[in-house]
């Protein structure tokens, strides 16, 4: 079963204005990404850096759960889970 990635408004624009993607990936977060990027290059750029590291101000969830908290772009991800994208909001 493939991964489904939840993209926020924000980001919408550069994943076709899809509100989720169906990416079928697993094992690791980073094998995913890998593979929204073949196919969504814009939205890998702003997910993650030159190096492929997640950007600072993008946050994770798998399943709920931080992905720093489950290892970053080394967590597991399994068939059928759920990757949520959230970029940082910063305001004042």
């Given at each position: ?37 073949r ?9 993650r ?18 992905c ?25």
């Amino acid at each position: 079963m493939p991964v489904t990635v939840l993209v926020p408004s924000t980001l919408r624009g550069d994943a076709g204005d899809a509100k989720a993607l169906s990416v079928d990936a697993s094992g690791t977060l980073r094998a995913v990404l890998d593979e929204m990027g073949r196919r969504w290059p814009r939205l890998e750029r702003r997910v993650r850096d030159e190096q492929g590291a997640l950007r600072r101000y993008m946050n994770v969830y798998i399943d709920g759960v931080d992905c720093r908290v489950l290892g970053g772009a080394d967590a597991p991800v399994t068939a059928d889970a759920e990757v949520h994208l959230l970029p940082s909001v910063a305001g004042g």
